[in-house]
Nanobody
Framework: QVQLVESGGGLVQPGGSLRVSCAASGFTFSSFFMSWVRQAPGKGREWVATITTGGARIPRTYYADSVRGRVTISRDDAKNTLYLQMNRLTPGDTALYYC??????????WGQGTPVTVSS
């Protein structure tokens, strides 16, 4: 069955960096657009970034305005793994980060999430 398992979350100081990962299994990872979505405490889910499929082309990436220029979504199809590199983190980035199969706001599978806390 489809499984998405996030890892790499943790506590980081404001201005710091963190990379979270998502290990995918149970489907042909390279054939699907993938996304990161987050949910801050007491708030609804917020789309963060989407990456298209690659194949012979470089995948295209899309970002929410709130993170553009500070985060990079990438994928390693050989490892069935999705990444989110986050830089210049602020307390506003504190959230549970989910890996999702799909694009923008349309997903069919989610992971369990990995927590990111930005605090001094």
């Amino acid at each position: 069955q489809v499984q998405l398992v996030e890892s790499g979350g943790g506590l980081v100081q404001p201005g710091g960096s963190l990379r979270v990962s998502c290990a995918a299994s149970g489907f042909t990872f390279s054939s699907f657009f993938m996304s990161w979505v987050r949910q801050a405490p007491g708030k609804g889910r917020e789309w963060v970034a989407t990456i298209t499929t690659g194949g012979a082309r470089i995948p295209r990436t899309y970002y929410a305005d709130s993170v553009r220029g500070r985060v990079t979504i990438s994928r390693d199809d050989a490892k069935n793994t999705l990444y989110l590199q986050m830089n210049r983190l602020t307390p506003g980035d504190t959230a549970l980060y989910y890996c999702a199969r799909g694009t923008f706001t349309t997903y069919d599978y989610w992971g369990q999430g990995t927590p990111v806390t930005v605090s001094s």
